[in-house]
């Protein structure tokens, strides 16, 4: 089945600077990739997403890229802010079951 | 404001006991579901709903049930709650369709002992 890998599980960065996360996932049939932003203590929320017809979206600081052929997306954050201190989440999605595949999160730490 | 609520927030039950999760949303989404969250393991689906009448089984089912009677909520149901489903589980909902936003209730923390 679909399985997604998320890289690295932790990151730390200094304020200002960017961050980078990467998630590989192993179907081809995927369609739907969603970044959700879990702050301590709270519920994810989504941040941004790609579909896969598109290669790269952005929304402020945060831009998403999709490589189809090497099968992975990665999250930027430029500019890093201490509210960008949370949990993230990539996930793929596939037509066949209808369900969100989880990468397993990165803790990014934003240090001042 | 629309939203999605979970109750209790927190629960401590022994071994054995039957456990009801309530899920209840007021954005009038067709989907829904249930999610558990554990250290290192990310979001994984215990069962989800795309309506009335409709359950499906997600990759970590067993020991759980859901019921879909109504539009607004999916009880999920701890038959004989285990030790190993001490977790924090979120209920979500979405849109009509296979993706799209998902609205995250804030979490329910289950501890068994």
């Known amino acids: 089945g679909e399985n997604v890998e998320q890289h690295p599980s932790t990151l730390s960065v200094q304020e200002g600077d960017s961050a980078v996360i990467k998630c590989t996932y192993s179907?081809?049939?995927?369609?739907?990739f969603p970044w959700y932003k879990q702050e301590l203590g709270k519920r994810p929320q989504l941040i941004i997403d790609?579909?896969?017809n598109v290669g790269e979206k952005k929304d402020q600081r945060i831009a998403v890229t999709l490589n189809k052929t090497a099968k992975h997306f990665s999250l930027h954050i430029t500019e890093t802010q201490p509210e960008d201190s949370a949990v993230y989440f990539c996930?793929?999605?596939?037509?066949?079951?209808?369900?969100?595949?989880w990468g397993a999160g990165t803790k990014l730490i934003i240090k001042p | 404001d629309a939203e999605i609520t979970q109750s209790p927030r927190h629960k401590i039950t022994e071994t054995g006991r039957q456990v009801t999760l309530a899920c209840h949303q007021t954005?009038?989404?067709?989907?829904m579901f249930w999610y558990r969250q554990d250290l290192g393991h990310g979001l994984r689906l215990i069962h989800y709903?795309?309506?009335?009448?409709?359950?499906n089984k997600g990759e970590v089912s067993d020991g759980y049930s859901v019921s879909r009677s109504n539009t607004e909520d999916l009880p999920l149901t701890l038959e004989s709650a285990a030790s190993s489903q001490t977790s924090v589980y979120f209920c979500?909902?979405?849109?009509?369709?296979?993706?799209?936003?998902?609205?995250f209730g804030e979490g329910s923390r289950l501890t068994v002992l």
């Open positions: 979500a909902s979405s849109k009509t369709g296979y993706t799209g936003e998902l609205f």
């Open positions: 954005w009038n989404h067709n989907n």
């Open positions: 709903s795309y309506g009335v009448q409709d359950t």
């Open positions: 179907d081809s049939a995927s369609n739907y």
């Open positions: 790609i579909r896969s």
């Open positions: 996930a793929a999605h596939m037509d066949s079951n209808y369900q969100l595949i």
